[in-house]
């Protein structure tokens, strides 16, 4: 079946600095990636997407890279904001129909001014 | 705009009762699910309908009721509460547009206790 791992959290970072966020997925034929984010009490937002290898998707300064070769789509960001502090969710989903996504466990960002 | 719209925002209930979780969506999106998300794992698919007067299982119905009469609304029944049912609950709507690229939207929150 589908599945999505994860860096373990809590990142803590100080602002400006490099953010990376790892994201591994088994799934067969060619998933769409996403990349969601929960700020504090609210539901989940969309961040950022790709669907097809070597897409590129980017948003607020978020970037990831859909490697089919390695099976991952990690998150970047070159200097994290105080406001970037959220839970990240790395999802996937093959299914049209159903339209149901396959989420990872979610890694938890601390920015320190 | 008011979004994916989910109440009550918390809830305690005791082993045994039940209730339904609210939600609502003013978008006009045919898909609607409920996720539960627990710590450490994310958020897991309990219940989708592609459309009024369609619903499906997901990976973890048991437990769970579901009915979609109209477009907006897609509640949840908890039939009997169980300890294991204390999470958080997520209500998602999405369009067809994009197909499977289409982003979820996502309501905020349930935050139930079952004590």
């Known amino acids: 079946g589908n599945s999505v791992t994860q860096m373990e959290g809590p990142v803590t970072l100080s602002e400006e600095a490099f953010l990376t966020i790892n994201c591994t997925y088994t799934?067969?034929?060619?998933?769409?990636l996403f990349w969601y984010v929960q700020y504090p009490g609210e539901g989940l937002q969309l961040l950022l997407k790709?669907?097809?290898?070597?897409d590129k998707g980017s948003n607020k300064g978020f970037e990831a890279t859909y490697r089919k070769e390695t099976t991952s789509f990690h998150l970047e960001k070159g200097s994290v904001q105080v406001s970037d502090s959220a839970v990240y969710f790395c999802?996937?989903?093959?299914?049209?129909?159903?339209?149901?996504?396959?989420f990872g466990s979610g890694t938890r960002l601390q920015v320190q001014p | 705009n008011a979004g994916v719209t989910q109440t009550p925002k918390f809830q305690v209930l005791k082993t045994g009762q039940s209730m339904t979780l609210q939600c609502a969506q003013d978008?006009?999106?045919?898909?609607m699910s409920w996720y539960r998300q627990d710590p450490g794992m994310g958020l897991r698919l309990i219940h989708y309908?592609?459309?009024?007067?369609?619903?499906d299982q997901g990976e973890v119905p048991n437990g769970y009721n579901v009915s979609r009469s109209t477009t907006e609304d897609f509640p949840l029944r908890l039939l009997s509460a169980a300890p294991s049912q204390t999470s958080v609950y997520f209500c998602?709507?999405?369009?067809?547009?994009?197909?499977?690229?289409?982003?979820?939207?996502f309501g905020n929150g349930t935050r139930l206790t079952v004590t």
């Open positions: 309908s592609v459309g009024a007067g369609i619903t």
């Open positions: 799934a067969t034929g060619y998933p769409s």
């Open positions: 978008m006009n999106h045919e898909y």
């Open positions: 790709a669907t097809k290898a070597d």
């Open positions: 998602a709507s999405s369009s067809p547009a994009e197909g499977r690229a289409s982003p979820l939207h």
């Open positions: 999802a996937l989903t093959r299914d049209t129909g159903r339209r149901a996504l396959t």
